[in-house]
């Protein structure tokens, strides 16, 4: 069973950047697309970024699109988000995912989350 642990939230000013990371141990990650996702307090959880298997392709969300950037080392079977330009809007729980559905915005399995928070 795979394992997914988020790491690198916290508080940051709004212009600022922060890099999330998430290990992945349980299986071959190299073999699995991933995703990261966000929930902000009484909404639903929503799409960040996906990233197939080898890197090569990417997808995100209109709201973080040009400003996020999703990567992989499959070496380190480890996701990146990194993220630019934040925004008091970008505050959520953020979590890693995996086991695909539907590319890019479905998956069946998630990390704990790590807090982002956004100060304006």
């Known amino acids: 069973q795979v394992q997914l642990v988020e790491s690198g939230g916290g508080l940051v000013q709004a212009g600022g950047s922060l890099r999330l990371s998430c290990a992945a141990s349980?299986?071959?990650?190299?073999?699995?697309?991933m995703g990261w996702f966000r929930q902000a307090p009484g909404k639903e959880r929503e799409f960040v970024a996906g990233?197939?298997?080898?890197?090569?392709?990417?997808a995100y969300a209109d709201s973080v699109k040009d400003r996020f950037a999703i990567s992989r080392d499959n070496a380190k079977n480890t996701v990146y988000l990194q993220m630019n330009s934040l925004k008091p809007e970008d505050t959520a729980v953020y979590y890693c995912?995996?086991?695909?559905?539907?590319?890019?915005?479905?998956?069946?399995?998630w990390g704990q989350g790590t807090q982002v928070t956004v100060s304006s």
């Open positions: 995912a995996t086991d695909l559905i539907s590319w890019p915005e479905k998956f069946g399995s």
């Open positions: 349980g299986r071959t990650f190299s073999s699995y697309t």
């Open positions: 990233i197939r298997r080898s890197g090569s392709s990417t």
